[in-house]
């Protein structure tokens, strides 16, 4: 039986969960203790938990994730808030150097278990230095894991499946989906990582999309539907380690692919996919060159307008969807 | 290494009127500290000739001449606990009881080092020992540290942390990030400072405007204290109050351990930035030279002892070398092992 | 200002044209009036002048290659100028995939041409607007949104390579038959999955299932060797005929005495006159004075979309087949049922002439109405013909032969003919061919009747 939950509230389940069954996991971060989270996502875990297990800090973003990746060496399971993902640049030695790397240097004799969950994303008006989307940075980092989950039922799943894994996870949350509604199923429900799923079939045309697209796309598609042009809509979830074979099967079977992803297009995940898919057995399927539709190459505006069309809108994948098509560009 | 542990965890009275001048640690525990020291410059100075020699390639970072800091701070510890350590690592290992066959064989990229041949010098770790790791990170292992005090407390561990690091990792935010997180925490950190007076060329003269490293942890409400790097007692004794005072749960303590390295910043310094008259000053008080002096005036040591201790050492990192040798190098197949758990 | 220099249109069912030879390079200097290549279209050969005087240059359709009427094949340029700016040069194409009839219908209103270029040209005609009749898209509107649209950058693949996605190459692959001469119809006439998939489908109607002769143990291995020319041509033509047009035939026996009697009568006036009189001209008269009272048969049936069109003509051209070495052609007497006998005969011997020596004008073979084939002069009794579209109906005749026939009282010996009506089903029906035959035998057998 599932209700229906927010994204935020199915995190906020996930972790509670988690730190029920496990005294290992912990939560740590600015403001996530008594302010409830920025984004008000671990709003009552410290009456629920206490200090000890529930700890605000002090803003030291180096020093926090170093203490994600100290803690977990040594037993301890964290959960790192980097309060707006653009942050995550004051932690980036720590994870970089330390993280993704003392296991492997070590000759694989420590595991290092933590999750850093960080909201991502432009609309919010909060301008370029508060609306970052990271997660390609660390699709280029062996030894980290990238999830971005884009419903609740994902969010729940996967932070639960992140705690569980024995690697760092990056688990990127996207600032516009907190609010947004979905089934949610009861109960400790993990998602392993590195499955992605096929959110609607369609024959015509895959779009392969990440976070907030996914949702775009799935809107995209119902209008694309009327005109008769059958779209299947494909999630990775996990960025990295990426689950390819779905996407592949999918390209085979429409033979047209579009990439969207609200990051910005050069050096975006969306080039990683489309090699992946130039590359593999789906390359002898496609009859229309694979197409990316991302944010602008620029820094996100204050300007609402502005803001709006750096990032890719359901229009923006209806028109590229009908052109890739009917006229096969 | 039992006899140690005996010795730390429940100081042994020694015979004699000065015990307080030896901090309570027996005649038979200053031996073994000093075979320890011994041991950690031959291997450095064994670990130097093999680079000479062309088979250890990469780079290296010798701690000759900070044995007793390495030593007298480590002996504070018992073997359940943790530290963190830096790029000039060898003698931390060493001291914390890492065997030097699994260094040697580490240093030459064998598949039976202490990192399967994947970290070498920079990145030695003996996890079983608590060794967490050389960091190749100027004050990489800081913020790590901390993690590791957040863990103790929350696992209710009867351990502490003691991170190593030099006068240039002060200078890192990090440092400053760290100190502040554990001093409002109450984390069982130790912040083991070895200031050799050079960051690389940087003297610390130039870097920074204080006279001791120790004075930065009254910014953070934490007790600091500055020693003779190169008295192994003198550094003993700070770490020992330092970790008593986290067992017990009253926080961090920086400590200063002023000290001196011989050789330069690693094998491709040509040092510039300091005189030979500076170099040989500092040689001169040796740490190794000066406990067996006091050894030897307490009547603890004689010379024929001593030379055995540093033939027996001799013996150990000939055996080292062998080992490391005649192991095998990593299996190519296995080359993607160890990124992903 | 650049000059294109076009494949011309010679009649008006001519649709596309060949290149034989370019008598005139790349860089030459040419003046108004050169000749410049020579092409070939519904057989007969054409030269094509300069409408300008300047340097020849951008010459993109080589000899052999088929290209629809009015395609650009070169530029003549003043001194310094450089080639215009072109989306595409047209594709080459072989036989139009004869399933274009049979294809789903278009929604769009367009010519036969001009949907064939646009396919050609990647052009999506949905986004053309109609010059033409009732908003009918013509060839020069898919010309112009050609000129207008400017694709990427770089153009035309080296000649020799083929453009087409991955999945096409992969269908063309599978099914071993070479992309080339495959319409494209993605973008910049890059061949898509879909038009393997309609190349297979019309193959596949089309053809003879292909058994690749199992040479015996004695067999000398042979050559195969394409057919080009007039032979690949006629190759088309026939092919389209027998795919396109639902065929029905219809024969009578024609008793000759009378016709054959008046023949010998005449035959010196005739040939006074400096031709002829063969029994093949007979034969077209009787059909030229008949066809105005049976329009049905003088017609053209011609598919505009999803429609079928019928142009009854009031006016008789009248095709007479000739037997060529290594083909037919039908050269065409415009207005036949005007003429007389003798004029009848001169015309038909003239153009028999002309046409074994190669000679005969474009418009000499062109707008027949309809078309009469005899091969008489073989022992062949009876045959049926293929019909030449746009034409609805071909009468074939064979020898005559002596037979006995039924004069009420007894069997007399008799030369008899017999004719053979194909028609256009679609058009025609057996009334009305029988109608025809029964009017082109009564007047035969009693050619007094043509008086009436």
Partial sequence: ????????????????????????????????????????????????????????????????????????????????????????????????????????????????????????????????????????????????????????????????????????????????????????PEGYTPIPLSQTQVKREGADLTIVATSLMVLRALEAAETLAQEGIQVEVVDPRTLKPLDEQPIIDSVKKTGRVLIVHEACKTGGYGGELAAIIAGSEAFDYLDAPIRRLAGLDMPVPYNRELERRMVPQVEDIVDAARKLVREGI | MDDRTETTSSPERSQGPSSEEFAGLSPDSLREALRRMLLIRAFEEQAEQLYFQGLIHGTMHLSIGQEGSAVGSIWALRPEDYILSTHRGHGHSIAKGAKPALMMAEFLAKETGYCRGRGGSMHIADVETGNLGANGIVGGGIPLAAGVGVSIQMQKLDRVVMVFFGDGAANEGAFHESLNLASIWDLPVIYLCENNQYAMSMSVRRSMNIQDISQRACAYGIPGVSVDGNDFLAVYRAAKEAVDRARRGEGPTLIEAKTYRWKGHSRSDKQRYRTKEEVQEWQARDPIRRLAERMMAQGWLDQASFQALQEDVAREIQEAVAFAMESPEPDPATILEGVYA | ??????????????????????????????????????????????????????????????????????????????????????????????????????????????????????????????????????????????????????????????????????????????????????????????????????????????????????????????????????????????????QSIPHVTFTASVDMRQAEALRQRLKPDVEARGARFTPTVLLALAVARLLPRHPRLNAWLQAEGDELLLTQHSQVNLGVAVALDDGLIVPVIHGAEELGLAALAQRIGDLSQRARRGDLQPQEVMDGTFTISNLGMFPVDHFTALINPPQVAILAVGRARMQPVWDGEGFQPAPVLQLTLSADHRAVDGAVAAAFLADLKAVLEEPARLLL
């Fill in chain 1, 1 to 184: 039986m599932s209700r229906e939950l927010t994204y935020a509230q199915a995190i906020r389940e996930a972790i509670a969960l988690a730190m029920e069954r496990d005294d290992r996991v912990f939560l740590f971060g600015e403001d996530v203790g008594i302010y409830g989270g920025a984004f008000g996502v671990t709003d009552g875990l410290l009456d629920r938990f206490g200090p000890e297990r529930v700890r605000d800090t002090p803003i030291s973003e180096a020093v926090l994730a170093g203490v994600a990746t100290g803690a977990a060496m040594t037993g301890m399971r964290p959960i790192l808030e980097i309060q707006f993902m653009d942050f995550i640049t004051l932690s980036m030695e720590q994870l970089v150097l330390q993280a993704a790397k003392l296991r492997f240097m070590l000759g694989g004799k420590v595991n290092i278990p933590f999750v850093l969950r960080t909201p991502a994303g432009a609309g919010t008006g909060a301008a370029a230095q508060h609306s970052e989307s990271l997660e390609n940075w660390f699709v280029h980092v062996p030894g980290i894991k990238v999830v971005m989950p884009s419903t609740p039922a994902d969010a729940k799943g996967l932070l639960l499946g992140a705690i569980e894994d024995p690697n760092p996870v990056i688990f990127v949350e996207h600032k516009l989906l907190y609010r947004h509604k979905g089934p949610v």
């Fill in chain 3, 1 to 242: 200002m650049a000059t294109p220099v076009i494949m011309p249109k010679f009649g008006m069912a001519q649709e596309e044209g060949t290149v034989i030879r370019w008598l005139k390079q790349e860089g030459d200097r040419v003046e108004k009036g050169d000749v410049l290549l020579e092409v070939m279209t519904d057989k007969v050969d054409m030269e094509v002048e300069a409408q300008a005087s300047g340097i020849l240059q951008g010459i993109r359709v080589g000899p052999g290659e088929t290209v629809p009427v009015t395609t650009v094949l070169a530029y003549i340029l003043e001194p310094g100028e450089a080639l215009p700016q072109e989306a595409t040069p047209a594709a080459r194409t072989q036989a139009p995939a004869p399933a274009e009839e049979t294809a789903k219908p278009p929604a769009v209103k367009a010519s036969p041409v001009a949907r064939r270029m646009a396919a050609e040209q990647g052009i999506d005609l949905a986004r053309l607007t109609g010059s033409g009749p009732g908003g009918r898209i013509t060839k020069e509107d898919v010309l112009a949104a050609a000129q207008a649209a400017d694709q990427a950058p770089d153009s035309s693949p080296e000649p020799g390579r083929v453009r087409a996605t991955p999945a096409a190459r992969r269908l063309a692959r599978e099914a071993g038959i070479p992309l080339d001469g495959i319409p494209g119809s993605g973008p910049r006439g890059r061949i898509q999955a879909r038009d393997v998939e309609r190349h297979l489908a019309a193959l596949a109607a089309s053809a003879e299932p292909e058994a690749q002769p199992i040479p015996g143990p004695g067999a000398r291995p042979e050559r195969a060797a394409p057919l080009t020319g007039m032979r690949r041509t006629i190759a088309r033509r026939l092919t389209h005929s027998w």
